[in-house]
């Protein structure tokens, strides 16, 4: 029962890499329609290859799920240097500010989520993380670098080596991180 339609609605075309907020980064592979219910629905497939997650996502739902197309490179640099900044943490509730960032990752916009890669990043020099806090960082880094790699062409280990570059610049590193940083750009 499922027929293949054309392969471009609303802007979006199989072959091109999207951000579905709850997921991240994924790519279309397919637009097909399928018959639920006794209703025909016209369908995005969009595979998600690191979580090994196939989505089907109907058409007429793209804006209400904010299903977007990938970042454009000023955003991207915008992002980059959000990472670059001074961490912002509220003194707020541990619970309530991780209800923010969570709603911050899931939101899949590119800056906000950096915001939550600035704010949870901890240096060697730094007081270890609490186990949320990680898994946090660590969510909000791998959607970052999932469309960085995809919008600059790079492998993810790239785009992660470049949020970590733009992280080491922010205020917060100590002397001997600058002085480190330094002599690594020299060797390079």
Known sequence: MVAK???????FKTGEYVVYPAHGVGLIVNIEEQEVAGLTLELFVISFEQDKLTLR???AKIKSVGMRKLAEEDEVKKALETVTGRARVKRTMWSRRAQE???KINSGDLIAISEVVRDLYRSDDQPEQSYSERQLFEQAMDRMSREISAVNKL????AVQL???QLAKSPKRTKADAAES???EEAA
């Open 5 to 11: 339609k054309s392969q471009q609605r609303l802007g």
């Open 57 to 59: 996502v109907p058409v």
């Open 101 to 103: 960032y969570e709603a």
């Open 155 to 158: 492998t993810l280990t790239e």
């Open 163 to 165: 949020i970590e570059k």
């Open 182 to 184: 330094e002599s690594d």
